[in-house]
C-alpha cells in the first residue's frame, strides 16, 4: 500500500492544528485522541503530557499498544516480562484517565502487512478518534517504523466504504501526528509545539509505572530524557514545558491571498 493514499487524508493538517490552541481553558469539544505505540511505554513517554492536559481538558484518550515490548528485560522471559508490561500499562493508563487497547502482536515481529493494517483500521473505526498520534517513519527500531506505515494507512483504511470491517467506516480524524522518540529521530522536525507544562506531573506519574523507566532494565535515561526534551521543546516555543510533534509533509502547505 502506497503511503500517497494517505496524503489525501491529511491534505487538511495544516487548517486543523489547534488540538489545543483554538480551545485552550475549554472541554467538551467533542475530541478522542487515540495514540498508538508499537511498545507498551512508548506512547505515554512520548506524548504523555499531552494526553494527560487533554483529559484535563474533557476529552476522550485512548492508548494502542500494538505490542506489550515483552523482549525489553534481558533477566525475564518475554512471556513474564509481557505480564509484567501489561499490568504497568494499565497503571499508566488509569494515572492518565485512558481506555487502553491491547494488540496482538510480539515484541520485534510487529508485521508490516495487510492484515496488521485493517487491524488497526478497525481500532480506529470502534474509537472514532478525532486526532491521531503514533510514531515518526523513520527509526533505528523496526517495530516503530514499521508502526507508523501501519497506522498511517490504517486512517485511510478506515475512511473507505469498500474495506469491510466490524465496525462502521470513520471519516472523522481530522489530523495524524507524530511524536518525538529518542528512537525515531531521523529526519523528525518539530512543527508543533503544545504547551503541557500542567500536565507533567501527571506525566511522570504515569510514566514511572514502567520500571524501564524508572531504570535498572536498561541504560538509557528516559526519565531524564524527556523531562530534559520537555524543557528544550518549552525553550523553543517559550512555555515552561512543550512537547512536539511533526506531520506529514502535506500538511504544511499554506496558501495564502496576501502577506499575513
Not at 493538517?13 to 472541554?27: D, E, K
Request: proline content about 3%; glycine content about 10%; charged content about 25%.
Amino acid at each position: 500500500m502506497s503511503r500517497r493514499w494517505a496524503r489525501h487524508a491529511f491534505a487538511a493538517c495544516g487548517a486543523l492544528l489547534a488540538l489545543c490552541g483554538r480551545a485552550a481553558g475549554a472541554g467538551g469539544q467533542g475530541r478522542t485522541i487515540l495514540a498508538v505505540g508499537a511498545h507498551a511505554g512508548d506512547a505515554e513517554l512520548t506524548s504523555g503530557a499531552l494526553l494527560a492536559k487533554q483529559r484535563r481538558l474533557g476529552d476522550r484518550v485512548v492508548i494502542l499498544h500494538l505490542t506489550l515490548g515483552e523482549g525489553g528485560n534481558a533477566r525475564l522471559a518475554p512471556e513474564q516480562y509481557g505480564v509484567q508490561k501489561r499490568r504497568e500499562a494499565l497503571e499508566a493508563a488509569r494515572v492518565l484517565g485512558a481506555e487502553v487497547v491491547f494488540g496482538p502482536y510480539r515484541d520485534g515481529e510487529l508485521p508490516d502487512d495487510e492484515a496488521a493494517r485493517r487491524y488497526v483500521a478497525d481500532v480506529i473505526r470502534q474509537v472514532k478518534p478525532t486526532h491521531v498520534i503514533t510514531h515518526w517513519r523513520e527509526s533505528i527500531h523496526r517495530d516503530h517504523a514499521t508502526a507508523s506505515r501501519v497506522v498511517t494507512d490504517a486512517v485511510l483504511l478506515a475512511s473507505l466504504e469498500g474495506v469491510r470491517g466490524a465496525h462502521p467506516v470513520h471519516r472523522g480524524v481530522r489530523a495524524v501526528w507524530f511524536a518525538e522518540n529518542w528512537e525515531d529521530a531521523a529526519g523528525f522536525q518539530p512543527f508543533i509545539f503544545v504547551d503541557v507544562a500542567d500536565g507533567m506531573s501527571v506525566w511522570r506519574e504515569a510514566v514511572t509505572k514502567y520500571e524501564f523507566v524508572r531504570g535498572g532494565i536498561s541504560s538509557f535515561r528516559y526519565l531524564e530524557y524527556y523531562e530534559a526534551l520537555a524543557v528544550v521543546r518549552g525553550a523553543l516555543s517559550r512555555k515552561e514545558r512543550a512537547e512536539a510533534f511533526d506531520i506529514d509533509a502535506s500538511g504544511k502547505r499554506r496558501v495564502l491571498d496576501s502577506l499575513p
